[in-house]
């Protein structure tokens, strides 16, 4: 059949249509592909998928089994600063699971203090051990010690901060030391500086004491009286010349600036010492510290060899009314989660969190966040509570004013900041 001129068939210019939109459609896939999106694999998190960890972006897999090698971890890098991410380690609940394995137990670990070694000290109840954060959009991948200590190889990880700080730390030791043969680790504590060596995998474990994380007179000896203690909110050399040469650091500092709604601090040069001081908002004194940690963090960290990464606020349960409990004695007594979602007791500051934010924010360093203040405010059972080993009977009588609803107690909440922060690395 004869083809008139300048037409062609149906069927052939289908051909080409057709081919010419499937080259379109490879171009845009490959342009995606370099940009580290595509149009054919972008959706949302859905509840059968985990979040791959990447410096650039969030992509999405299949729920896959974590092994001791496997790199499908959840990444929350930005989830904090991004309220558009659909997948966020606040947005959970708590799940009872008497079936769940611990990953060690106060007798276990011979690491843990005294103070925070709940079952060993008393307490009669353990379901608080048996508590799971569920994500509503995505898996959070169960701990895996021996993966962990892969990619601690050669390095060294330290915990900077308060005693919240060095509960977490614990925790991590703790969750790592049955893996390893007991003549190739060792531990070493001051007041200051402790640290567990892994030698096999050449790598520590640290933890550093910076209750405020800028110096003050308090750092070591620690003023019980809080009307006595100065800070020095641009002085931070003294702390930071540990943290030099670390090559994950995780910080957090939160309580020590709740204790007063005024705080003594000094800045620049006085003549007069200590005595030059002024008192500011603790609020004021807090933002004025973490310019001067996020100054020095810009300044002398790099990046292409070190992660940083911030712990959010580890709330208190000081007051019971805040759960709608009409007798005042704090935490005591507790054995279940606050159940209400969304809830925010009085012990998490949101100012002193959107100050952390707003600085953090602003550096030339990328900082990941921790973000474990909504799920751990829903732990009111968590806490030691009147367990410390320490408290007469007629000061157990006494919850009020004797219940430690600061620390928690180990086992128990800070092994589940711990899986986060392996989410993480």
């Known amino acids: 059949m004869k083809i008139p001129k300048g037409k062609l068939p149906l069927s052939i210019m289908a051909i080409v249509i057709c081919t010419v939109?499937?080259?379109?459609?490879?171009?845009?896939?490959?342009?995606?592909?370099?940009t580290g999106r595509s149009i054919f694999k972008h959706k949302s998190c859905s509840k059968k998928e985990t979040v791959t960890n990447?410096?650039?972006?969030?992509?999405?897999?299949e729920k896959q089994k974590v092994t001791s090698f496997d790199d499908d971890f959840i990444d929350e890098d930005e989830s904090y600063l991004n309220s558009h991410q659909s997948c966020s380690i606040e947005n959970g609940k708590w799940v009872f699971n008497t079936s769940a394995e611990l990953f060690y137990t106060d007798e276990s670990c011979p690491y843990l203090d005294k103070q925070i070694a709940c079952l060993r000290n008393?307490?009669?109840?353990?379901?608080?051990?048996?508590?799971?954060?569920?994500?509503?959009?995505?898996?959070?991948?169960?701990?895996?010690?021996?993966?962990l200590l892969e990619k601690l190889r050669g390095k060294r990880l330290m915990?900077?901060?308060?005693?919240?700080?060095?509960?977490?730390?614990?925790?991590?030791?703790?969750?790592?030391?049955?893996?390893?043969?007991?003549?190739?680790?060792s531990m070493k504590r001051s007041p200051s500086l402790s640290v567990f060596k892994i030698e096999d995998y050449n790598a520590t474990i640290e933890f550093y004491w910076a209750p405020y994380l800028i110096e003050s007179n308090s750092d070591d000896p620690i003023i019980p009286d809080t009307k006595k203690r100065i800070l020095r909110v641009d002085?931070?050399?003294?702390?930071?010349?540990?943290?030099?040469?670390?090559?994950?650091?995780?910080?957090?500092?939160?309580?020590?600036?709740?204790?007063?709604?005024?705080?003594?601090?000094?800045?620049?040069?006085?003549?007069?010492?200590?005595?030059?001081?002024?008192?500011?908002?603790?609020?004021?004194?807090?933002t004025m510290a973490l310019r001067t940690w996020a100054n020095w963090i810009d300044s002398n960290v790099n990046r292409s060899s070190t992660r940083v990464l911030f712990s959010t606020a580890?709330?208190?349960?000081?007051?019971?009314?805040?759960?709608?409990?009409?007798?005042?004695?704090?935490?005591?007594?507790?054995?279940?989660?606050?159940i209400e979602r969304g809830y925010w007791g009085t012990g998490s500051n949101k100012r002193m969190m959107e100050v952390v934010s707003s600085i953090v924010g602003r550096m030339k360093f990328p900082v990941t966040?921790?973000?474990?203040?909504?799920?751990?405010?829903?732990?009111?059972?968590?806490?030691?509570?009147?367990?410390?080993?320490?408290?007469?009977?007629?000061?157990?009588?006494?919850?009020?004013?004797?219940?430690?609803?600061?620390?928690?107690?180990?086992?128990g909440v800070p092994d589940t900041w711990n899986q986060i922060l392996y989410s993480y690395l």
């Open 54 to 61: 990447s410096s650039k972006n969030t992509t999405v897999r």
């Open 235 to 286: 002085s931070i050399a003294k702390h930071a010349r540990h943290w030099v040469g670390v090559d994950i650091l995780i910080f957090n500092s939160y309580v020590w600036w709740t204790s007063d709604p005024k705080m003594k601090s000094l800045w620049g040069s006085f003549a007069n010492g200590e005595e030059g001081y002024e008192e500011l908002d603790s609020i004021i004194a807090f």
């Open 369 to 411: 966040f921790v973000n474990i203040t909504q799920l751990s405010d829903y732990r009111k059972d968590g806490h030691v509570s009147l367990y410390t080993g320490e408290l007469s009977d007629k000061e157990k009588d006494d919850p009020y004013t004797y219940a430690d609803c600061i620390h928690w107690c180990l086992p």
């Open 159 to 185: 915990f900077s901060g308060d005693s919240l700080q060095r509960e977490q730390w614990q925790s991590l030791v703790c969750m790592v030391e049955s893996h390893i043969p007991s003549d190739k680790k």
């Open 314 to 338: 580890s709330p208190t349960h000081m007051r019971s009314a805040d759960w709608k409990k009409e007798k005042p004695t704090r935490c005591s007594n507790e054995t279940k989660p606050v």
């Open 122 to 147: 008393g307490r009669p109840d353990s379901d608080y051990l048996y508590w799971e954060w569920q994500l509503d959009d995505c898996i959070l991948p169960r701990f895996n010690a021996t993966a």
């Open 21 to 34: 939109v499937f080259a379109g459609l490879i171009f845009t896939e490959d342009l995606w592909a370099m």
